[in-house]
């Protein structure tokens, strides 16, 4: 299974031009706290990926691991290399460690597992995986030419939607496929955190640890053996206390988490957000 960092952060805060934000991812890489960033060419249409080219641009680019995704549309004979190329000037960096197929719709699997190999041999990027595929996904790309190179699959997860939790984490680490999960502290528009915020049981446990409900949420994803958990903030401050999280011990309070937010107990088709 590939090694890379345990959490990262995410770029969806630089759909508009955010100053502060990316001050404070900035920061935060240089001060050591995080070294994954997540991006994508989707996000404000390429404004994410210029935005992080900027902080890149204030920090050692051997510090960071970065990930990138090409849109389904994109990965094709003709789109292919033109997107990432675009997206590597963007981003003002000559590799991308990590490069991920954004969703599956229509892309043609076989040609997207040779474009990205070929994008390996060519030094373009390190390692390559895919994002929302769900286990019947997985088993179509595992059964084409170089489909089991495919390292990493991003997908929706957190303590609120534990669908994966039945069928695709047990299948992902059974082919050593490394989970990474997007909206660990939920999103605006799923209200994730809100309604962590007003659990009775993350409540008593956060007075308890002296963690915020959304260090709580990093903390529930990180469990997961091999899992690289991903989450979004505009401020330092916000990173750190979201960070409290990372060596956070869970496991005595899951009976009482499971209350508020059972496990699955049959298949739940993959969310998306």
Same mark, same amino acid.
């Given at each position: 299974?590939?090694?890379m960092p345990?959490?990262g952060?995410?770029?969806? $805060?630089?759909?508009?031009?955010?100053?502060d934000? *990316?001050?404070?991812?900035g920061?935060a890489?240089?001060?050591?706290?995080?070294?994954?960033?997540? %991006?994508?060419?989707?996000?404000?249409?390429?404004?994410s990926?210029?935005?992080?080219g900027?902080?890149? !641009?204030?920090c050692r680019?051997?510090d960071?691991?970065?990930?990138?995704?090409?849109?389904p549309q994109?990965a094709t004979?003709e789109?292919?290399?033109?997107?990432?190329k675009r997206?590597l000037?963007?981003?003002g960096? /000559?590799?991308?460690?990590? &490069?991920?197929? +954004?969703w599956? *719709?229509k892309?043609?699997?076989?040609? $997207?597992?040779d474009?990205?190999n070929d994008?390996?041999?060519?030094?373009l990027i390190l390692?390559?995986?895919?994002?929302?595929?769900? $286990?019947?996904?997985?088993?179509?790309?595992?059964? $084409?030419?170089h489909?089991?190179d495919? #390292?990493?699959?991003?997908?929706?997860?957190?303590? #609120?939607?534990?669908?994966?939790?039945y069928?695709?984490?047990?299948?992902?680490?059974?082919?050593?496929?490394?989970?990474?999960?997007? !909206?660990?502290?939920?999103?605006?528009?799923?209200g994730d955190?809100?309604? #962590?915020?007003c659990?009775?049981?993350?409540?008593?446990?956060g007075?308890?640890?002296g963690?915020?409900?959304a260090?709580i949420?990093?903390?529930? /994803?990180?469990?997961?053996?091999?899992? %690289?958990a991903?989450?979004s903030?505009?401020?330092?401050k +916000?990173?750190?206390s979201?960070?409290?999280g990372? &060596?956070?011990?869970?496991?005595? &309070?899951m009976?009482?988490?499971?209350?508020?937010?059972?496990?699955p107990?049959?298949?739940v088709?993959?969310?998306?957000?």
């Open positions: 299974m590939i090694n345990e959490v952060l995410g770029t969806t $805060v630089f759909w508009n031009r955010n100053e934000a *990316e001050e404070a991812m920061r890489v240089n001060e050591g706290l995080v070294s994954l960033i997540d %991006t994508a060419e989707m996000y404000g249409t390429g404004r990926e210029e935005a992080l900027r902080v890149l !641009s204030r680019r051997e960071i691991y970065l990930v990138d995704k090409i849109l994109n004979k789109g292919f290399g033109r997107s990432l997206s000037m963007r981003l960096t /000559d590799y991308i460690d990590l &490069y991920l197929l +954004h599956r *719709e892309a043609d699997l076989a040609f $997207v597992a474009a990205m994008a390996v041999k060519d030094g390692h390559w995986g895919v994002s929302n595929f769900d $286990v019947s996904d997985m088993e179509d790309l595992f059964a $084409v030419e489909g089991s495919c #390292c990493v699959d991003q997908v929706l997860y957190n303590i #609120c939607h534990r669908g994966i939790e069928d695709l984490l047990p299948w992902l680490k059974e082919h050593d496929v490394r989970p990474m999960s997007y !909206s660990t502290l939920g999103s605006a528009s799923t955190l809100k309604r #962590c915020e659990d009775e049981h993350i409540r008593r446990i007075e308890e640890m963690l915020s409900p260090a949420m990093l903390a529930f /994803d990180l469990r997961t053996h091999d899992l %690289t991903l989450f903030s505009s401020t330092y +916000h990173i750190v979201d960070l409290k990372l &060596y956070a011990d869970l496991d005595p &309070y009976a009482e988490l499971d209350k508020s937010f059972p496990a107990c049959g298949k088709p993959l969310e998306k957000i």
